[in-house]
């Protein structure tokens, strides 16, 4: 079969045959009909992620969308290594598969699936979101935390703060359900200062994208100004601006936040995938939006180190 795939430690992957895979017992065999790129999708690629696998050569990607072998059409999540997303075919645990509704796209369906999930999960599984609470999310103008917005409103949030650094997709997060933006451009003392007023008036749940910089000045924002005694959840889910912060240990004693991871091995793989069937299934009938890039597979290598634009990639099979 064709697939996308990795030959060593550092190198991009690129368009090439790999034996077709064969499913063992308890597996499903899936006909790959779109997979998107996603940041997780790039760290296991490149060995960087805390979940890669390490075995070379490898078909990166970690979900997709495909056909069974009787045809019907699901979502898969984590296939069995060396077999990932990025090619012709894939097998993955017959638990790790959920349908896709009639009215959703492949594209659309691959695409919303990931990024839907980490706010999803994050807001039902881990900060257990109640109805008529606040919601701030930290780097909400790439394709997950724009999701976030729309899913948190979903699920029932009363106010949604949005921040980000790019001023253009900031502004466009009113039209999704954000109630209030933060611009992330400022220098540390006032990006602090601009967390405070929000932290004043009442935050229940924090979804962190980024963590580094933002998320460290968030935090000691949080802690002076927030009402005493009134319990925030931080959710941290990503680290696109960095994989440590500097925080003082006062921070934590002073404000009862209180910490908690959403991603592979925090939350079961059963439950991620009822947060992306969940998502699935309200796509359509929420007016869910991403915007999508359709890319044929066999362009992976032209495409894989191109920056963002704000549309998910997603690779399609034909």
């Given at each position: ?13 690129v ?7 064969t ?73 790790h ?5 009639d ?5 659309t ?19 257990h ?10 780097g909400a ?7 976030a917005?729309?899913?948190?409103k ?8 949005a ?8 502004a466009?997060?009113?039209a ?29 749940v924090?979804?962190?994208?980024l ?19 009134k ?11 960095g ?13 009862p ?10 939350v079961p ?14 796509a359509?009938?929420?007016?869910l ?8 597979l ?21």
């Amino acid at each position: 079969m064709k697939a996308a795939v990795v030959q060593g430690p550092g190198q991009a992957p690129v368009y090439a045959d790999f034996a077709a895979p064969t499913p063992v017992e308890g597996e499903q065999r899936i006909q790959v009909a779109a997979a998107a790129l996603s940041q997780l999708a790039r760290a296991r690629a490149a060995g960087k992620h805390y979940s890669s696998e390490g075995q070379f050569p490898f078909v990166p990607g970690v979900d997709g969308v495909g056909k069974l072998e009787d045809g019907s059409r699901v979502y898969f999540l984590l296939p069995r290594a060396p077999y990932g997303g990025f090619g012709e075919q894939t097998v993955v645990p017959a638990a790790h598969c959920a349908p896709v509704p009639d009215d959703l796209d492949d594209v659309t369906a691959a695409a919303i699936a990931n990024p839907g999930m980490s706010s999803w999960a994050a807001l039902v599984e881990r900060a257990h979101l109640a109805p008529g609470e606040t919601v701030l999310i930290n780097g909400a103008t790439g394709a997950s935390g724009q999701l976030a917005v729309q899913i948190a409103k979903l699920l029932g949030a009363k106010k949604v703060i949005a921040t980000g650094r790019n001023p253009a997709v900031l502004a466009s997060l009113a039209a999704l359900g954000a109630d209030e933006t933060i611009p992330l451009n400022a220098d540390d003392q006032a990006l602090e200062d601009s967390f405070k007023p929000h932290f004043a008036k009442g935050v229940d749940v924090v979804l962190d994208y980024l963590w580094g910089r933002s998320a460290e000045r968030l935090l000691i924002g949080a802690a002076k100004a927030a009402p005493k005694l009134k319990p925030i959840r931080f959710v941290q889910i990503g680290s696109l601006s960095g994989g440590a912060i500097s925080l003082a240990s006062e921070v934590l004693r002073s404000t009862p936040i209180e910490m908690i991871g959403s991603g592979i091995g925090s939350v079961p793989a059963s439950r991620l995938l009822a947060s992306i069937a969940a998502v699935l299934a309200a796509a359509r009938p929420a007016g869910l939006q991403v915007a999508t890039r359709a890319v044929p597979l066999a362009e992976i290598a032209s495409v894989w180190a191109q920056p963002e634009d704000g549309r998910r990639m997603v690779f399609t099979m034909s």
